[in-house]
Structure formats: C-alpha cells, structure tokens
C-alpha cells in the first residue's frame, strides 16, 4: 500500500495535514492486534463524511456524501479515495487552500473488525463485512461495490490507484446498534475537540477566507459563510467569555428535561 498519491495531491507547505512517516506505514503494514477506524467531517466543496479504515499500513477511504446511518433501510453511497497515512487518523484542523480546501472534524474514531482474515480478497471480490466499535458508530456494517466502477471491464488491471474512484454502497446491518435514528445529526459534533465546525474554524481561521473562501455561492456557500460568521463571533468574545458561558450554563440547566419528563422518556425508549 501506498500514500504516493495521497502526497501528490497535496502540497504540505500550505496543508496542515499530515505528511506520513514511511516507518509508520511499514510497521502498521504487518498484522496488528487492533485495526484504527475513523470518520471525518469534511466541508470543502461539498459537506461529506470520510470514512477511513486501517489496513495495510494505510486508511482506505471512502468518501460518504450523506454520511454513515445506523439505519439499515439506508444505503450510503460512498466512493472510495486515495488512501491516507496512518496518522490523518486524528487529524482536525482548517485546509486554508488547494486539495480538500475548508473544515476537517474528527467524528468519530475507534477501531474496527474484518469479518474476515483477507481484507484484499474482499476488496477485491467487492464486498467487506465489519463491525465498528466507536463513540458514535458500532456494530456490523458492510461495504459492496456497486456496479460500473471505472476499470469494471473485461481485462482491466487491478491495481491499488484503480481501486480510487470505485463506488461502494456502505449499510448497516441489523443488531441492537441499529434503529430509525439520523446518527449525523444527533451527534454532530468532534469527538477530539467536542467542538462544531465554528469551533475548529474559531481557533485558526485563514486570513485570506475574508476575501476569499474555498466556497462561494450555493447551499455549501451560505454554509460555510455562516460558520465563519459565527466563528468569527466566537473568535471575538474570547478573553471575555464569563458572563457568555454562565449565561449559557444557566440556560442549559433550565431546558435540561427532568428524570420522567416526556424529553427523558424518549431518550429512554430510543436506546
Ligand atoms: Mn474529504
């Protein structure tokens, strides 16, 4: 497995991603006791969810427009992507330009199970089962290629860049971690900073944004400029945030439902 391409589309001089150390990569090639998974956020052209599972050395990734649901009636396109070094895994931060410009939240992470031992054979035969055991995403999911993958065709190489651009279908399989729940907007927030993306875009907004965002116009457009209004808002009232968050604790203390409330009751039959 290779991260050549993962470089060669990025240029690290203006990227706050992670590089990749070959050593990490050679070592995690070998077997390991527990694989990593993570799921990022990402809005740049497009909001969409990446997922990343550990193998080989690298993060297979996938990119999950609607992002994962626990709903097994749904079934998530996800294209796979150029795999990621090892340690994007807990990445967060801002892309200020170029390759993936805009907003990474870490969503989710943990690690993750093949349901069987040769993970290539079944890339390669197009379907993975696995089971997850994260904050936000558990139990048995599988991933199957879809169809018209560029390079389905008779006598066409199989090699690792091929497998970037094929199209996958990701779904959740039915167990006591699956139910009728919008997962991405229950839990919407970062779980390394438990932070929105106003939050992560607060503590390094790139100048250059003011007069020129990565997006403009449409419905990601009005997205972004209201994240960075209300980063900006929140950048602003830093060094005096006292009476904000006693007002706001205040606040939550109030709407907090009370043990038997209807609000308690729901959360309640929901798990
Ligand atoms: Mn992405």
């Known amino acids: 497995m290779s991260i050549a391409r993962y470089r060669q589309k990025r240029d690290f001089t203006v990227s706050p991603e992670p590089v990749g150390d070959d050593r990490v990569r050679v070592e995690r090639a070998g077997p390991v006791a527990t694989r990593f998974f993570c799921v990022h956020k990402h809005l740049s052209s497009r909001l969409h969810y990446d997922l990343r599972l550990e193998h080989g050395g690298v993060l297979l990734s996938w990119a999950v427009p609607k992002g994962p649901s626990v709903d097994p009636r749904d079934k998530r396109l996800a294209r796979q992507v150029e ?51 994260g904050y936000k995403l558990k139990g048995s999911w599988v991933l199957v290629r879809t169809r018209g993958w560029p390079g389905d065709r008779a006598g066409a190489h199989h090699d690792a860049t091929a497998r970037e651009g094929r199209s996958w279908l990701l779904i959740k399989h039915r167990d006591e971690w699956s139910g009728p729940l919008d997962i991405t907007t229950f839990a919407p927030l970062s779980v390394k900073s438990a932070g929105d993306f106003a939050d992560i875009l607060a503590r390094e907004m790139p100048a250059a944004w003011r007069t020129h965002p990565p997006v403009r116009g449409g419905a990601t457009g009005a997205l972004l400029a209201g994240i960075m209004k209300e980063a900006a808002r929140r950048k602003a009232s830093r060094g005096r945030p006292a009476r904000r968050r006693t007002a706001h604790h205040a606040s939550a203390r109030k709407n907090r439902p009370a043990d038997g409330t209807a609000a308690g009751k729901r959360m309640r039959r929901r798990s």
């Open 83 to 133: 795999d990621h070094p090892i340690e994007y895994g807990m990445f967060e931060g801002v892309i200020p330009d170029g390759y993936g410009a805009g907003i990474v939240m870490l969503w989710d992470y943990g690690t993750w199970t093949p349901a069987v031992d040769d993970v290539d054979d079944a890339l390669e035969k197009g379907e993975l089962k696995f089971t997850l055991d």
